[in-house]
């Protein structure tokens, strides 16, 4: 099984600001904590600022992979690229969000991504990541 998890723009910053919102783990910890929990799926790790590049993330592994675990962070509620490109590919992608989007500004709610999203996970912190890997499992 090789799933990879996409974030998007500022979660680069994990652990590092905002940890009430956030949580206060860097994502190299979570994500060096969920190999240790799945040892049996190959799992990769990709983080962009750029919303081209996490568009061109998508399509190089969106025909290849078993699953994406994508948190597009503020790009999920504007981008109309990102949104098609969940669409165009064949990989099934689970959206996840760290926070409860709905719990916050309403701008928050939009998500260009939801209706081609295989599933949406959102509210349980960092541990959305496990569900949304063991969802594919
Ligand atoms: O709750 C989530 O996972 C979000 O995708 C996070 C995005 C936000 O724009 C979405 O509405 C919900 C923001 C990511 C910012 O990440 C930071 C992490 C640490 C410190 C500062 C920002």
């Known amino acids: ?3 990879i998890i996409i974030n998007g723009p500022n979660l680069n910053l994990l652990g590092k600001r905002e940890p009430e919102i956030y949580g206060s783990d860097t994502f190299n910890a979570i994500f060096k904590n969920l190999q240790s929990k799945f ?3 190959e799992l990769s790790y990709y983080q962009s600022n750029i919303e081209g590049a996490l568009i061109d993330k998508l399509h190089e592994v969106g025909f290849d992979y078993d699953g994406i675990i994508l948190n597009a962070a503020a790009y999920t509620h504007t981008s109309v690229g990102i949104g098609d490109a969940v669409k165009a590919i064949e990989t099934p992608v689970v ?5 409860n989007v709905h719990s ?5 709610h ?6 081609n999203a295989k599933g949406v996970i959102f509210g349980f912190g960092i541990k959305g990541y496990e569900l949304a890997i063991q969802s594919f499992l």
């Open 1 to 3: 099984m090789k799933l």
């Open 95 to 99: 959206e996840v969000h760290i926070s």
């Open 110 to 115: 939009v998500s260009y991504i939801a209706a």
């Open 104 to 108: 916050r500004e309403e701008f928050r």
């Open 39 to 41: 040892p049996n799926v």
